[in-house]
């Protein structure tokens, strides 16, 4: 009987977890980057989309061109630093209870979803959220 009640409370664990993967937060030590303290972070090319569901992605230092897209659900996205990690294009989010933090955006952004928290990143040019409880600056 125990040996049931075990599997069945490992499953419901396990189901819980499944619409956006695990809890996210800033991700813990360290970032790497390229970017030595002086001057601006060199040019890093262009970021690829994040797809998915519970994604930790860290974004090195550098300047990327063109947009960066987050599509899916509880991703975690991590740049640098505001200083550090700058998107020279627009940050576009498609998806529920994402995270984006450390970036400084430059062209003006959109969020498409519920519940994302993007306070953690600055924006030139403003944000257009759409849906609900979202959190932007």
Same mark, same amino acid.
């Given at each position: 009987? #125990?040996? !049931?009640?075990?599997? @069945?409370?490992?499953?419901?664990?396990?189901? $819980?977890?499944?619409?956006?993967?695990?809890? +996210?937060?800033? &991700? &813990?030590?360290?970032?790497?980057? $390229?970017?030595? %303290? =002086?001057?601006? &972070? =060199?040019?890093?090319?262009?970021?690829?989309?994040?797809?998915?569901?519970?994604?930790? +992605?860290?974004?090195?230092?550098?300047?990327? /061109?063109?947009?960066? +897209?987050? =599509? @899916?659900?509880?991703?975690? *996205?991590?740049?640098?630093?505001? /200083? !550090?990690?700058?998107? !020279? @294009?627009?940050?576009?989010?498609? %998806?529920?209870? #994402? *995270?984006?933090?450390?970036?400084?955006?430059?062209? &003006?952004?959109?969020? /498409? @979803?519920?519940? #994302?928290? +993007? !306070?953690?990143? *600055?924006? /030139?040019?403003?944000?257009?959220?759409?849906?609900?409880? #979202?959190? *932007?600056?």
């Amino acid at each position: 009987m #125990n040996n !049931r009640l075990g599997v @069945g409370l490992g499953l419901l664990t396990l189901g $819980s977890c499944a619409l956006y993967g695990d809890p +996210v937060g800033p &991700p &813990p030590g360290p970032v790497p980057g $390229s970017w030595a %303290g =002086e001057g601006a &972070p =060199e040019a890093a090319g262009a970021l690829a989309p994040v797809t998915g569901h519970g994604a930790q +992605v860290v974004i090195a230092a550098g300047v990327y /061109e063109g947009d960066l +897209v987050i =599509e @899916g659900n509880g991703n975690n *996205v991590a740049g640098a630093g505001h /200083e !550090r990690t700058i998107v !020279r @294009g627009a940050l576009l989010v498609r %998806g529920d209870a #994402n *995270v984006v933090h450390s970036i400084h955006v430059l062209e &003006p952004s959109r969020i /498409e @979803g519920d519940e #994302n928290d +993007v !306070r953690g990143t *600055v924006f /030139e040019q403003g944000i257009e959220a759409s849906g609900e409880a #979202n959190l *932007v600056p």
